[in-house]
């Protein structure tokens, strides 16, 4: 039972690069999510998808797309990447409802955006 | 200003001493609260849940005051594994908002 799997571990793009970010979870958890944590500043929400074939907008979207591929796969791209993308990115799960509970999240990928 | 205020730190703190830090939130119609740990370079993990009674799990209290929009985390007799960030986590309406963190740092 692994959890929460993201790849790639680390990442060094050049401004505008794409590139996809992979997560994986084995829980069998309705909801996933993307977040990125950036120093003095709380993990902030990207995007998430409450269910398989859903995905809604949080609080820092621009500049960033997704798929639920299904329930187990949920993707994260960076059609062009900037310096201020530089960031920690997680991908969690949860097992979805009205309120949130615990949510896993993955290792986390390192990206760097030159 | 912020939804989730945390002091970051760093509370250094002697090996069995106790450590308390507070968390503030915004939203006085948030439901639920929660604390996460967060190991240096390492995703952020489910410490405890924050009850409206105060709730306590080992040497760890919890504690929720509504009137005064806050929350806080005690740590008694503090050990070296408990080195870490602490995240305050608030749910709004389904939206959890996460604090940036108190840092911890227990010395022998």
């Known amino acids: 039972n692994a959890g929460v799997t993201q790849t790639p571990k680390f990442q060094v793009l050049k401004t505008g690069q794409s590139m996809t970010l992979q997560c994986a979870q084995d829980?069998?958890?309705?909801?996933m999510y993307w977040y990125r944590q950036d120093p003095g500043m709380g993990l902030r929400l990207i995007y998430y998808?409450?269910?398989?074939?859903?995905?809604d907008k949080g609080e820092v979207p621009n500049g960033y797309n997704v798929s639920r591929l299904n329930k187990r796969e949920f993707s994260l791209r960076l059609e062009s990447a900037a310096p201020s993308q530089t960031s920690v990115y997680f991908c969690a799960s949860a097992e979805g409802g009205a309120v949130p509970y615990e949510q896993y999240f993955g290792p986390g990928t390192r990206l760097t955006v030159t | 200003r912020k939804e989730v205020e945390q002091d970051p730190g760093p509370f250094n703190v002697p090996e069995g001493a106790t450590v308390a830090f507070n968390c503030t939130y915004s939203n006085s119609a948030s439901q639920s609260f929660f604390w996460y740990r967060q190991d240096c370079r390492k995703e952020p993990k489910l410490l405890m849940s924050?009850?409206?009674s105060g709730n306590e799990d080992g040497r760890f209290t919890a504690q929720l005051n509504r009137a005064s929009q806050y929350i806080s985390l005690l740590i008694r007799d503090s050990k070296l594994s408990d080195s870490a960030t602490y995240l305050c986590?608030?749910?709004?309406?389904?939206?959890?908002?996460f604090g940036a963190g108190t840092q911890v740092v227990v010395t022998p």
């Open positions: 924050v009850y409206s």
């Open positions: 829980m069998n958890h309705n909801s």
């Open positions: 998808s409450a269910s398989e074939g859903t995905t």
């Open positions: 986590v608030v749910n709004s309406w389904g939206k959890l908002q």
